[in-house]
């Protein structure tokens, strides 16, 4: 439930933004805008977790 309600959020922040900023929703869609968005999120994650975390989260990911 955690994750779903994460995953949520974090949509909700990214689309809910930049459509609140004036942009175009089909805009955001583009597989480059994609790429950005993701890689930006998941290169902070790894900025922000020790190594122990991080292999925790590889394995909890694995589970879903």
């Known amino acids: 439930m955690q ?3 994460g995953l ?4 909700g922040c990214v689309f809910g933004g930049y459509f609140e ?4 929703l089909v805009a955001i869609w583009q597989p480059a805008e ?4 993701l890689g930006a999120g998941f290169g902070a994650m790894i900025i922000g977790n ?5 292999k925790e989260i590889a394995h909890q990911i ?3």
């Not at 900023?21 to 175009?24: D, I, L, T, V, Y």
């Not at 020790?50 to 991080?54: D, G, M, R, S, T």
């Open 50 to 54: 020790p190594k122990h975390v991080l």
């Open 8 to 11: 949520l959020v974090v949509l």
């Open 3 to 5: 994750k779903i309600l």
């Open 62 to 64: 694995k589970g879903v």
């Open 34 to 37: 994609m790429i950005i968005i």
């Open 21 to 24: 900023a004036g942009g175009q």
